[in-house]
T-cell receptor, first 114, second 114 residues
Framework: DAKTTQPPSMDCAEGRAANLPCNHSTISGNEYVYWYRQIHSQGPQYIIHGLKNNETNEMASLIITEDRKSSTLILPHATLRDTAVYYC???????????????FGTGTLLAVQP | EAGVTQFPSHSVIEKGQTVTLRCDPISGHDNLYWYRRVMGKEIKFLLH????????ESGMPNNRFLAERTGGTYSTLKVQPAELEDSGVYFC????????????FGNGTRLTVT
């Protein structure tokens, strides 16, 4: 699975959009971009994933560049509860019982400021 | 639906003792994973069950770790005998079979070996 690069930390004002970048220049054609986050003292939480089209769900939006070498996770209206470490993970899509061996890097610590 | 449940949430044991961690996955999820984060390091994969079978245990650090999944339901991870370097947070995750869906993580068991 391809390696990702994220800034170690970011700040965001409460109520504003948080834009978290991720570089994955070695991504393969069959690899998806996944985002998870870990709020303090909790387990990682799935946010969103995508292949090449932009995706949106109730939590966030994912913008993937046309060349797929980078992406941005957008939290449209950040709240204090969004303070967490955000992980960008590139992984193939397996079917059946194949092992989903997520590779967590160091992520981005997003601090939402009041 | 109930999430992934792990027990205990914290465990403090002495070096050389035995500890058993338990994970109850989301009902109906065939895939069950164990991950861990040791102090100062990234979250790492340990092993993967498909129902009651071990699909991949390449991340298990050594033979002091034994994982079981009785009847394809809950899973246990036993550490015997525990060493200081086993201290960390052990996460369990589950996902549905078939298409590789996102992993749902529990809040982890924090293990401290003194």
């Amino acid at each position: 699975d391809a390696k990702t690069t994220q800034p170690p930390s970011m700040d965001c004002a409460e109520g504003r959009a948080a834009n978290l970048p991720c570089n994955h220049s070695t991504i393969s054609g069959n690899e998806y971009v996944y985002w998870y986050r870990q709020i303090h003292s909790q387990g990682p939480q799935y946010i969103i994933h995508g292949l090449k089209n932009n995706e949106t769900n109730e939590m966030a939006s994912l913008i993937i560049t046309e060349d797929r070498k980078s992406s941005t996770l957008i939290l449209p209206h950040a709240t204090l509860r969004d303070t967490a470490v955000y992980y960008c993970i590139v992984s193939r899509l397996y079917y059946g019982g194949a092992t989903n061996k997520l590779i967590f890097g160091t992520g981005t610590l997003l601090a939402v400021q009041p | 639906e109930a999430g992934v449940t792990q027990f205990p949430s914290h465990s403090v044991i002495e070096k050389g003792q035995t500890v058993t961690l338990r994970c109850d996955p989301i009902s109906g999820h065939d895939n069950l994973y164990w991950y861990r984060r040791v102090m100062g390091k990234e979250i790492k994969f340990l092993l993967h069950f498909v129902k009651e079978s071990k699909q991949d245990e390449s991340g298990m650090p050594n033979n002091r770790f034994l994982a079981e999944r009785t009847g394809g339901t809950y899973s246990t991870l036993k550490v015997q005998p525990a060493e200081l370097e086993d201290s960390g947070v052990y996460f369990c995750a589950s996902s549905q079979g078939g298409l590789r869906g996102p992993l749902h993580f529990g809040n982890g068991t924090r293990l401290t070996v003194t």
